[in-house]
């Protein structure tokens, strides 16, 4: 059941936490740098840190590789949510390819916004080959908001 | 197509979360597979001889190694495919641990996301095509652009390990900035003996210098690159091939400005000038000098200060402060500061011992005039510890003014083919993974000409470009990663938007026979970063590793 903002805000504010709740668990994939994001996934395993198993990581060379088409094609597959992972803007490995990415991110979640999705099913996050935790925190959050967006039946609903 | 699927145990550190028996039995499934195996340890020797073995008798064409990240293990699995026969690159890793058995419990989730992973992987692997590393022909020269003291030593260095080096120098002669002074900081250690070093160089075989010549082009790519060096002596253009370059171009001094009212105001450079001559008089009527008003971060004078601190300005304060006051017991220094910097290797103990002197006076605190009498300057400012305004009567006030690049440093940047920031300094790849490195391969910075640095950062730096040249002069090639770019010259449009986002300046135009001009990769120059597919609308560019094919696969086979 798709919940929009506001329907979540009148809950609290009536507290229906009940109806808040939900067993739907979101199917999310992540595009991960290998310089930096990739690493520190890799970090937060080796200290073995704990997040939900919804999300699965495809490897690319860096941000700037991350088509935004791709998140058509997976929210096409019925993924319910998309990550784009890199390295803070000023530290890529290759110099400005984040800067690029960051800008094409910012327009194409506006697009998808235009064609009718939920524009917090496109995440963005930049995070070191350092940040264990803070990898560990994205994916919580993550999952979290596409769990309250609700499952993605767009390409379903059409037929496809 | 015959995949085969190993999935490693890790001991327990796989299989104590995630069903690895499940994972096999599942992937078997998976189209194309042809073989899937679980084992305890993937990487030992007997893991490895099981899938060199596994792969010939099952004729094997790709393997999907689903175990720990590919930073670990993926060059060992390259090996085990080269022995099997296959090219290294037909192999992919799933990362069933550090991504999925180690971050997550023991429960059917966990197996059922390390088989998605699995699937993710062999549906890249069923796209990958051999791949071999370019070798580019490594020429054993070294051009070092900039023959200060970080140009000389790298020179030295590249040729002590027996290598050819080309030095070209602006000025009629060589060591820059080190001919304006005598003494240096923390130890007032002669410089005599860091010229002899570098005038050495003019006997040494393997070293051709130009002095009173600038380098005018460069062009071509690690291994190989291009240059045009003018020589203002004999009037002729020289061109030499080069394997790797070194930009050692140094720094300035900023002129003072804003208070040209006297010519008794004067910046640092010059008055370590008039310190190795002796002669320290004021310029406006050459009376002697007994008070001299020294002023820290005095930056760029009419602009105001920079937002960098030059590093090395508050120490040689010092050490001038020290040398004037030593010369006459009558000499007396004052110096307005507001932070002190002595960062360094015995850099604080010498602050320290400068300010125990009695003929130096540190005052915190801020200028606030400087009114030019017939014959002596009146400097008023602040002393924040003691409260008060202070009123000097001084002979010279010597301005610490910000180092900065050197004029025309940005179009040298550009002639060479690397980035520089908004101050005109160079900059390097990585602060920390690769502080000499750019953005270009084969070529490096030393000295002064990528930050503000004292004479033993610039050699450490001219040390480590140097290192970083003798360790692609050790190789007979440069072997480049096959990740690289290329372009399907039918489907490109000829916009070049693929070249404005180039980084690496990879990316030229050539034209085709039928006319048209498009775009082409130069794979030596190719980093492999993807940022030209991304750019690309009529998708005419792939990347080898990491293709668009390869891609889509990955999403649509662990899709619902």
Known sequence: ???????????????????????????????????????????????????????????????????????????????????????????????????????????????????????????????????????????????EDVKQIGPNEQFKKIGL | ?????????????????????????????????????????????????????????????????????????????????????????????????????????????????ALDIVKIYTGKVSHNKPLHRLKVPMTKKALIIGGGIAGANAAMNISVAGYQVTLVEKENQLGGHLNNFKHTFPSLEKTEQLLENIQTLQSNPLVEIYTDAEVKEVGGYVGSFRAKIFSKKSNEMIEDVFGAIIVATGFDIAKQNGHNSSPDIINSLEFEQMLSNGKIIRPSDNKEVQNVVFVQCAGNGQSGSVEYCSKICCMYTAKQALLFTQKNQNNNAYIFHNDIVAAGKNHEEFIHSVRQQDHILYLKGNILNITANRHSLKVQGTDVLADVDVTIDADLVVLATSLVAREGASKVAQMVGIPYDKNNFYSELHAKLAPVDTVTTGIYLAGGCQSPKDIADTLASASAASSKVLSLFNHDHYEAEPFTASVNQQRCNGCFDCESVCTFNAIEKVTLKNGNTVARIIESMCQGCGNCLSACRPAAIDLAGFSNEQIISEIEYAAN
């Not at chain 1, 990581?57 to 990550?83: H, Q, T, W």
Request: glycine share 6%; aromatic share 10%.
């Open chain 2, 1 to 113: 197509m015959r995949i085969g699927i190993f999935v490693c145990h890790c001991g327990s550190n796989i299989a104590g979360t995630v069903d690895v028996k499940k994972v096999a039995g599942s992937a078997r499934e998976i189209q194309s597979v042809v073989f899937s195996f679980d084992y305890k340890y993937m990487c030992s020797e007997p893991g490895q001889a099981m899938i060199i073995n596994t792969i010939k008798e099952k004729k094997l064409d790709r393997i999907v190694i689903a175990a720990c990240s590919p930073k670990l293990h993926e060059q060992t699995f390259q090996k085990c495919l080269q022995n099997a026969g296959l090219n290294p690159y037909m192999v992919e890793m799933a990362n069933i641990r550090e991504h999925c058995s180690w971050v997550h419990p023991r429960e059917e989730r966990t197996t059922q996301k």
């Open chain 1, 1 to 143: 059941m798709q919940q929009t903002k506001t329907d979540i805000e009148k809950k609290i504010e009536t507290q229906d936490f009940a109806s808040l709740q939900t067993d739907f668990e979101p199917k999310i994939l992540a595009f991960l740098c290998k310089w930096c994001s990739y690493a520190g996934a890799d970090l937060a395993g080796t200290n073995r840190l704990k997040y939900p198993p919804n999300m699965r990581i495809i490897r690319v060379p860096c941000s700037a590789r991350m088509n935004p088409l791709f998140a058509i094609k997976c929210l096409e597959k019925n993924y319910d949510g998309v990550l784009f992972s890199g390295c803070h803007p000023g530290d890529c490995h290759y110099s400005e390819g984040n800067y690029f990415a960051r800008r094409r991110f910012i327009v194409f979640r506006k697009l998808l916004e235009t064609i009718g999705f939920d524009p917090r099913r496109l995440q963005v996050s930049w995070v070191s080959a350092a940040e264990d935790k803070k990898w560990a925190d994205v994916v919580r959050k993550v999952i």
